[in-house]
């Protein structure tokens, strides 16, 4: 009776397991997706074109805006000349936004960049890329004559505004380059081999460059003394009043091969603000 019992029992347990085997396939299939569409939902990029930056946050800001420079017309736009700067000089560039400008030295042209801001007599050059902070004194003899008295440095430039040099395209030669001129051009007109040479600036755009040779004694003996434009590279000399163009030398060292190699660029072109 028993055994007739358990036969009887077994095959409602057998069918029992398999619904349950079969309720538990399906709740974990359910959970899988169910887990699936959490998973999708919580990693779903969810970003617009609004939360792309604009193209001004990609940059950085102007270093110029945290210095609260206010534009000054005190200077007129253009080239302006400063004379015997260090015995040499400089020329400056104003732009015409009142705040940028360049000197540039008129003895190599290894020019730096410069913003200024202004605040009755005196002045704040902010120069470099360091933007390194140099205050000055300004001395205004007339609209185009300007005097820069620079305590930090105990030198003063003297400006005047060179109207008739246009800002485009301006170009010259530094005093440096125009002294290697000097030389070869006296050497190639007397077969005289110089003992040494020195520039000095005169006035505005005007290099005084003197030539000497030694003599029996060892001792320096001027021959020659030339006064030539930085712009023309025409002068004259102060010994015997011929008209001097050094601007041959330049033309000829073109046509060579091979030219001299040297620290001093030949022409200096297009110094106007960017």
């Not at 077994?10 to 974990?28: D, H, K, R, V």
């Not at 899988?32 to 998973?39: D, G, K, T």
């Not at 609260?68 to 080239?79: A, Q």
């Not at 029996?216 to 020659?224: I, K, L, T």
Request: with cysteine; net charge negative; charged share 25%.
């Amino acid at each position: 009776m028993k055994r007739m019992i358990i036969a009887l029992a077994l095959p409602i347990f057998l069918c029992g397991c398999s619904e349950t085997n079969s309720e538990i396939q399906t709740i974990s299939q359910e959970t899988l997706e169910a887990s699936v569409q959490a998973s999708t939902e919580e990693f779903q990029f969810l970003a617009t074109m609004e939360d792309i930056p604009d193209e001004q946050d990609l940059y950085p800001a102007d270093p110029l805006d945290t210095l609260n420079i206010t534009p000054s017309d005190y200077f007129t736009p253009g080239i302006w000349t400063s004379e015997n700067s260090d015995d040499t000089g400089n020329f400056y560039i104003f732009d015409e936004d009142g705040i940028h400008g360049k000197m540039i030295p008129m003895a190599d042209a290894d020019g730096i960049d410069f913003a200024y801001s202004i605040s009755g007599s005196n002045i704040t050059m902010y120069v470099g890329e360091e933007l390194t902070p140099y205050s000055a004194e300004l001395e205004r003899i007339s609209e185009d004559h300007v005097i820069i008295h620079m305590s930090f440095l105990g030198t003063q430039d003297e400006l005047t505004y060179l109207s008739e040099v246009p800002e485009s395209g301006f170009t010259f030669n530094p005093a440096a380059r125009l002294t290697q001129m000097a030389e070869k051009y006296y050497c190639n007109k007397t077969g005289i081999t110089l003992a040494g040479s020195e520039y000095s600036i005169a006035e505005n755009d005007m290099v005084v460059i003197d030539l000497w040779v030694l003599d029996e004694n060892g001792w320096r003996s001027d021959v020659e003394s030339y006064t030539v434009s930085m712009f023309t590279a025409v002068g004259w000399s102060s010994i015997t009043f011929d008209e001097i163009d050094l601007s041959v030398i330049a033309t000829a060292e073109t046509t060579e091969e091979a030219l001299p190699e040297d620290d001093i660029p030949d022409i200096i072109e297009d110094f106007s603000p960017t």
